[in-house]
């Protein structure tokens, strides 16, 4: 039978334990929260994601001379580049978009390579060439080319050059009646608002930060005890010594949930859902981070050896999180490995409630509770068999 | 240097005297650089999924239905309603929505009853359209998302009246044939298991070894054994190095630099990843404060890399922390090298050095004042 009162004193012997080292417990308990607390700082006062301006180099090709006759027997011959001019112009008054050099071939011949020049030392991030016929083309409505040379090598500005550039010359469109074009009436849902970078940043730096911190803060309660072996010569059972060892961690991990949650929540955290969700789902991560430590710290024979497993899962669970690379990309068994780490979960989990208000268990966020929850149930249970078979000797 | 030389081989005995640590120390970054690899074996696209509500029963409204499905490169449409009454548009626009809300589409697009004859008489049609701010792509990147379906507009229609085509031709970008994720996402990931590996391993150097003090009775001074630990341990980060090199090349890691100045970064990043770990372990008293002191300088490494927040939006005094942290010279040496074909560009080289430097002498001074009793 368990005896309650003996879980009881493990619970207190635990927590002597940790308090034997009292710096690191106040790590434990202190470091998570600093981070937090520097990390949301910084998301708070730094700039919007949607509207970040590009660095661009005009080269106008449009100011060339040329005389042509089309097939139909129209003979085109001009030099006329006014509708070029416009589209510089509103290049350099737009907020997307900073002229930040201008090249007239007709004047600078080699300005296509000045400009790539600057593309090659980073001080623009896109090359808008206006060809020759753009004038003649918007005239004569026919369909007209703008050549743009992104920089390719930042897939994540890459977007937003491109996008920028498009919503310029959807401007340049409308203030110059350059008819028909799309007007788009846009609704942006679920966001925080524009320049709040906080709250989609949280949802991928709190999930982050709570498994990191949970898995260090158990990774050696079991592999680091020395006198685990003798403690199993008195009454206390391994099931008893192993959910003295939840019961007290997990108190210590609530803890730090709690400050993390607070200091997020002083400097100025916007959640959509019920705070207490978001709360609660912060915790399942942190019992995950628990579970999975634990069972670390048992199947390790060193402390070497459970730093390396905690090193080599955390570093795996933050690849297969879909933070870097898509879940949907990766091959299928992949998927399967990425669902079984925490990071695929609770970053979705904790988007959908800070952002969407979507409940701890409504829609796709059940499946994404049940998973936290039921993994980390399966952890424990391959902790306990583990520990079970664990040979110790006095 | 003898005595130092001994006391690296020392380091070794001590490293090789746990086996099954040892081989984990190469077998963990192998296999983090295979998942990896794998993980980014896909090609980098963006089909973002959509829901259309088409209120336009006429000819131009339907075409402009279509041309959503057309644009099979950046939509994927789920679902397509069509509805004439307001009970039926209110129908359709509460399950799309709710779709939008449980992740299951980006974007919603609703064909207003007035598109067609908007078309007809030559104005500017307008749509209506609904996307998840809480996915940061789709806000951001609408108008880009939404050229491709125009254009298929416009095709249907054979009216290419008004229209402005952006080409683009990107440079310095992973070519086609490449694995593009792998290849955009190796200059923030390669160097961060890299750091990490290293960092793990030398931040329980000093702090687990037992027979530290009665060294320090031998003519072996604290100098000598700080010193001796980061060439025992940097030698091993070379090998480790070497590992998550060639397995990267061989997922098809793209650079068009020299590959050598690739593998010279990545040494960069192992230093000072060294370098922590044995700052790390000379002020900890314990495995526990030097694995809570690793992860908290982990995590905070990666968070200011700019891997989350870019470095030119952050405010000054952040900045000014981000640019003294390693991966704010690492990451950007990475991608120079292996998408410009640059070389290594010393004002990348010197704040990394300097910041190794640094964290040794701290080491130094650190161990000095570290109080032992034999």
């Known amino acids: 039978m368990v005896s309650l009162q003996r879980i009881f004193k493990l619970v207190i012997k635990e927590l002597y334990l940790l308090k034997s080292d009292k710096r690191a417990l106040f790590m434990a308990i202190l470091l998570p929260p600093l981070i937090m607390a520097a990390f949301s700082s910084m998301a708070i006062l730094s700039g919007t994601t949607d509207e970040n301006t590009v660095n661009i180099a005009v080269v106008n090709y449009d100011d060339l001379y040329f005389n042509y006759t089309l097939p139909n027997g129209t003979a085109i011959g001009s030099t006329e580049n006014s509708w070029a001019q416009i589209l510089i112009d509103t290049m350099a008054n737009s907020s997307l978009t900073r002229v930040k050099a201008y090249y007239n071939i007709n004047i600078t011949p080699y300005g296509m390579l000045y400009a790539r020049q600057l593309l090659d030392q980073q001080q623009i991030d896109a090359i808008v060439s206006i060809p020759s016929e753009f004038s003649e083309a918007i005239e004569n409505q026919f369909p007209a080319i703008i050549e743009v040379v992104p920089d390719g090598s930042d897939v994540y500005s890459l977007t937003t050059t491109l996008n920028n550039i498009q919503e310029v010359i959807t401007e340049f469109q409308q203030l110059n009646n350059i008819t028909p074009y799309f007007q788009i009436e846009e609704h942006v849902e679920f966001s925080t608002g524009g320049g709040d970078l906080l709250g989609s940043m949280s949802a991928l730096s709190v999930p982050f930060l709570i498994i990191g911190a949970t898995l260090i803060l158990t990774l050696l309660v079991v592999v680091k005890e020395a006198p685990l072996a003798r403690l199993l010569m008195t009454p206390a059972k391994k099931s008893e010594i192993l959910l003295s060892k939840y019961i007290t961690y997990g108190g210590i991990m609530a803890f730090q949930i709690l400050l993390i949650f607070i200091v997020n929540s002083i400097i100025g955290l916007k959640v959509a859902g019920s705070l207490l969700d978001f709360f609660v789902a912060m915790l399942l991560v942190g019992f995950y981070g628990i579970s999975l430590g634990i069972l670390i710290s048992a199947i390790s024979g060193t402390e070497i050896q459970a730093n390396e497993y905690f090193l080599g899962i955390f570093l795996i669970s933050v690849l297969v999180s879909g933070m870097f690379v898509p879940v949907e990309s990766m091959a299928p068994w992949l998927q399967a490995l990425a669902y079984a780490f925490p990071l695929a979960h609770a970053v979705p989990l904790l988007s959908n409630i800070s952002l969407k208000g979507l409940g701890l268990t409504y829609g796709p966020n059940l499946l994404y509770t049940c998973s936290l929850l039921g993994i980390s149930l399966i952890l424990i249970l391959l902790t306990t068999i583990v520990f079970y078979r664990k040979k110790y000797e006095v | ?374």
Not at chain 2, 318 to 328: E, K
């Open chain 2, 1 to 374: 240097m003898a005595r130092i030389w001994e006391l690296v081989q020392k380091e070794f005995g001590r490293i090789k005297s746990d086996r099954k640590g040892l081989v984990m120390l190469f077998l963990f970054p192998l296999i983090t650089i295979i998942i990896f690899g794998f993980s980014s074996g896909g090609g980098y696209e963006i089909a973002y999924t959509v829901s259309i509500i088409n209120q336009d029963a006429q000819v131009h409204g339907t075409n402009m239905a279509q041309s959503f499905f057309l644009a099979n490169n950046t939509m994927t449409v789920i679902s397509n309603y069509t509805s004439q009454t307001p009970s039926e548009f209110q129908m359709a626009f509460e399950e799309a929505y709710q779709m939008l809300k449980n992740d299951q589409i980006e974007m919603l697009v609703i064909i207003p009853d007035n598109f067609s004859s908007y078309v007809v008489n030559g104005s500017n049609p307008i749509l209506i359209i609904y996307t998840d701010g809480a996915g940061m792509i789709s806000s951001n990147d609408l108008y880009l998302a939404l050229t491709e379906p125009f254009l298929q507009f416009k095709l249907l229609e054979n009216n290419w009246t008004g229209t402005i085509l952006m080409l683009p031709y990107l440079e310095y970008d992973v070519p086609a044939g490449w694995n593009q994720i792998l290849n955009y996402m190796a200059g923030l990931m390669i160097p961060l298991i890299v750091l990490a590996t290293s960092m793990n391993v030398s931040s329980l150097s000093i702090v687990t070894e037992l027979p530290l003090p009665r060294l320090l009775l031998t003519p072996a001074n604290r100098r000598d054994i700080i010193l001796s630990k980061f060439i025992g341990y940097s030698l091993i980060m070379v090998i480790q190095v070497l590992v998550v090199f060639l397995t990267a090349i061989a997922f098809g890691l793209y650079i068009m630099g020299s590959p050598l100045d690739i593998l010279v970064t990545l040494l960069f990043a192992g230093l000072c990843g060294v370098s922590l770990g044995i700052f790390i372990s000379t002020i900890s008293s314990t495995e526990a404060q030097a694995n809570q002191f690793f992860i908290g300088v982990f995590i905070f490494l990666t968070l200011f890399s700019g891997a989350f927040i870019p470095i030119s939006d952050m405010p000054a005094a952040f900045a000014a922390i981000s640019n003294a942290l390693p991966f704010a010279h690492i990451i950007p040496l990475f991608q120079n090298i292996a998408f410009r074909g640059a070389h290594l560009g010393f004002n990348h080289v010197y704040p990394i050095l300097i910041f190794c430097v640094v964290l040794l002498m701290l080491a130094l001074i650190a161990f000095r004042f570290r109080k032992m009793e034999v």
